[in-house]
T-cell receptor
Framework: EAGVTQFPSHSVIEKGQTVTLRCDPISGHDNLYWYRRVMGKEIKFLLHFVKESKQDESGMPNNRFLAERTGGTYSTLKVQPAELEDSGVYFC???????????FGPGTRLTVT | EDKVVQSPLSLVVHEGDTVTLNCSYEVTNFRSLLWYKQEKKAPTFLFMLTSSGIEKKSGRLSSILDKKELFSILNITATQTGDSAIYLCAVNNNAGNMLTFGGGTRLMVKP
C-alpha cells in the first residue's frame, strides 16, 4: 500500500510569489490533515479535511493560505503571496477514521527568500 | 491550550544501551497519545496509546501511558545505530482531531 505522498519535496521561492503544495493521502483515507514545522518549533496543526469538507481550519495562520480538496482525494495548499515567515516544512497526514492513527508524508520544505 | 513536553531534548548512547524517552502532557478531553519516529523525512507511526497501564510493544520498542500522572514513556532496549532519529510524542483530544506535538527527543546511537 502506498503511503502519503507530497509534491514537491522542496520549493524555493521569492517573497511575494505563489506556491502550491500537493498531498496525496493513502487510498481510502477520508481524513486529511496539514501540519507545519517552522525552524526550531514544534509541528503545528493547520487544518483537517473530511473528504472534501474542511472540518477544522483553526490552525491556518492567515488568509494568504488556501487549502482545497476537490473530489475528496488529493489536497493542495496554496500560499499567496508568500512571506519570509512561511518558510518551514509542510507535512500532510491522513487517517482512515477519526479514532485511528495519522500517517504522515515526507513533507515539503518551503524556503521563502 | 493543549501542551506536550518531551525530555530529554537529546540523548547520545552506545549500541546495546537501553533508553527511556519521556512525554508529559496537558490536554482537555484526552483521546490518545501517539509516538512517531522521524529519521529523514516522514514521521513514522510507532504506537497509539489510549488506556493507562497497558504496555504496547513492537520488537525492542515499548510504550506505556499513565493517564493519572499525565505522561508516557517510550523504551528502546538493545539500541542499534538504526534507532538514531527524532522521536515525537503527540496527543489527540476529543474536541477535534488535530495532533498537538512535543518538541521531540533527538536520539543518537553510536557504534
Amino acid at each position: 500500500e502506498a503511503g502519503v505522498t507530497q509534491f514537491p519535496s522542496h520549493s524555493v521561492i521569492e517573497k511575494g510569489q505563489t506556491v502550491t503544495l500537493r498531498c496525496d493521502p493513502i487510498s481510502g483515507h477520508d481524513n486529511l490533515y496539514w501540519y507545519r514545522r517552522v525552524m526550531g518549533k514544534e509541528i503545528k496543526f493547520l487544518l483537517h479535511f473530511v473528504k472534501e469538507s474542511k472540518q477544522d481550519e483553526s490552525g491556518m495562520p492567515n488568509n494568504r493560505f488556501l487549502a482545497e480538496r476537490t473530489g475528496g482525494t488529493y489536497s493542495t495548499l496554496k500560499v499567496q503571496p508568500a512571506e519570509l515567515e512561511d518558510s518551514g516544512v509542510y507535512f500532510c497526514a491522513s487517517s482512515q477514521d477519526l479514532i485511528y492513527e495519522q500517517y504522515f508524508g515526507p513533507g515539503t520544505r518551503l524556503t521563502v527568500t | 491550550e493543549d501542551k506536550v513536553v518531551q525530555s530529554p531534548l537529546s540523548l547520545v548512547v552506545h549500541e546495546g544501551d537501553t533508553v527511556t524517552l519521556n512525554c508529559s502532557y496537558e490536554v482537555t478531553n484526552f483521546r490518545s497519545l501517539l509516538w512517531y519516529k522521524q529519521e529523514k523525512k516522514a514521521p513514522t507511526f510507532l504506537f497509539m496509546l489510549t488506556s493507562s497501564g497497558i504496555e504496547k510493544k513492537s520488537g525492542r520498542l515499548s510504550s506505556i501511558l499513565d493517564k493519572k500522572e499525565l505522561f508516557s514513556i517510550l523504551n528502546i532496549t538493545a539500541t542499534q545505530t538504526g534507532d538514531s532519529a527524532i522521536y515525537l510524542c503527540a496527543v489527540n483530544n476529543n474536541a477535534g482531531n488535530m495532533l498537538t506535538f512535543g518538541g521531540g527527543t533527538r536520539l543518537m546511537v553510536k557504534p
